[in-house]
């Protein structure tokens, strides 16, 4: 690969890792409630449902791949999943104890699951068919400009994800900063937004299986006007 697009590759990992969604914020709330490296961790899982992906988007069938990613199942049980984890998050009712109880500062626990983190961000990309559908049309848009040669596919997709990584360290290294001012009443108001959040990209998830794009743009767009 030359310069031109390893440079461009870092710059797509640099812009994925500011992509809203449900990934980004609980990265950010792991490495404000239970240090940098909980946070790491869990970013490699994101990472390896990211590479699943990839490999799933390289040899599986055009047509399989196009298949799988209208699937309105798919969908609205990766939608479903997500609200009832917001659901569970939002009403963490040990949580709500603790931030009545106490208005101190929070001390990060030493000790973490690391494989149970792990495991949370792998299952947490993985069940996002929009993921699958980013990487389906990356590689169907890139692959003919490297020629489909697998070592050069693999190298700057392998870049992509070095950018996304390294962009990732960076902003769980500034949350980081923002742990000594955590109480638990604070932590619990963070937690029933990522709740919310949750719920809603949840819902919206499930949406998208059921309406068809156009309608959901024609949705927005008269949204718009209204608050406008």
Known sequence: MDIYNIKNALLIGFFMAFMIGPVFFMLIQTSILKGARAAIIFDLGVILGDISFILIAYYGSRSLLEKIKDDPRLFFIGGMVLII??????????????????????EIPIKNNYLKLFIKGYFLNFINIGVLTFWLGAVLVIGPSLDMSRTAIFSYFGFIILGYFLTD????????KLKDKMTPALVYRIKRIMGIILIVCGVFLMLKGFIPNDKI?????ISAVIAS
């Open 217 to 221: 743009n024609s949705m927005m767009k």
């Open 85 to 106: 984890y917001g659901l569970i998050t939002y009403f963490d009712k040990e949580n709500k104890k603790e931030a009545l109880e106490s208005s101190e500062i929070l």
């Open 169 to 176: 360290l960076v902003k769980i290294f500034l949350a980081k």
